[in-house]
């Protein structure tokens, strides 16, 4: 009855400081940091309160059932052979079986697990090497279509600078024919 009448105070407090809270909103801009601190500390305080309730209350129910299950064991009456103290051996062996086997199977799974990314590890380094000569091929050829642009440019060029001197020639023996003879 008392717990109820504290618990019911406490809630009461509470609304009060809900509304104290909206209240001090309105208050003037240099008291309403003031105001609202109180509010904060008040609510603090409340709840320090309801927590410290909730405690004693945890150790009345703690205290009210050690005391029930010290008197349902002063009260029970011991016989030589109760049928709850058979150990059940059969189902415990089928389930330590069942236990073991689900081991060796993950034993197997992580084997062959490991197997694989072994596998793997090894593809990798093959396709890493293949990779590699395919680089190396690939350097060679564009080296090689380097070279052949390379030839062509020059032929082209060469082709230029032939036509280039004939002309020269052709206009200097031109030259030479008109002011020698």
């Known amino acids: 009855v008392v717990e109820n009448e504290i618990q019911a105070r406490i809630d009461n407090i509470f609304s009060n400081l809900e509304r104290l809270e909206i209240l001090s909103s309105k ?31 945890q150790r009345r129910y703690l205290r009210e059932q050690q005391e029930r299950q010290r008197e349902e ?27 073991q086997s689900a081991h060796r199977g993950m034993d197997e799974l992580i084997g062959s697990g490991t197997n694989i990314l072994q596998g793997l590890r090894d593809q990798r380094v093959t396709l890493k ?10 350097n060679m050829l564009g080296l090689s279509n380097t070279v052949m642009r390379l030839i062509e ?26 002011y020698l003879t």
């Not at 189902?91 to 236990?99: A, K, R, V, W, Y």
């Not at 440019?153 to 008109?178: E, H, N, S, W, Y």
């Open 153 to 178: 440019k020059r032929a082209f060029q060469d082709k230029f600078l032939m036509l280039g001197g004939m002309a020269v020639t052709c206009v200097i023996m031109f030259l030479v024919v008109q």
């Open 27 to 57: 208050e003037p801009p240099n008291k309403r940091q003031n105001a609202k601190l109180r509010v904060d500390q008040l609510k603090y305080d409340v709840q320090h309160l309801q927590t410290a309730l909730r405690n004693f209350q």
């Open 129 to 138: 090497g293949t990779h590699k000569k395919i680089l190396d091929v690939a």
């Open 73 to 99: 064991l002063l009260a029970r009456t011991f016989t030589t052979n109760d049928s709850d103290t058979t150990i059940p051996i059969d189902e415990t062996l089928q389930f330590n079986e069942s236990l």
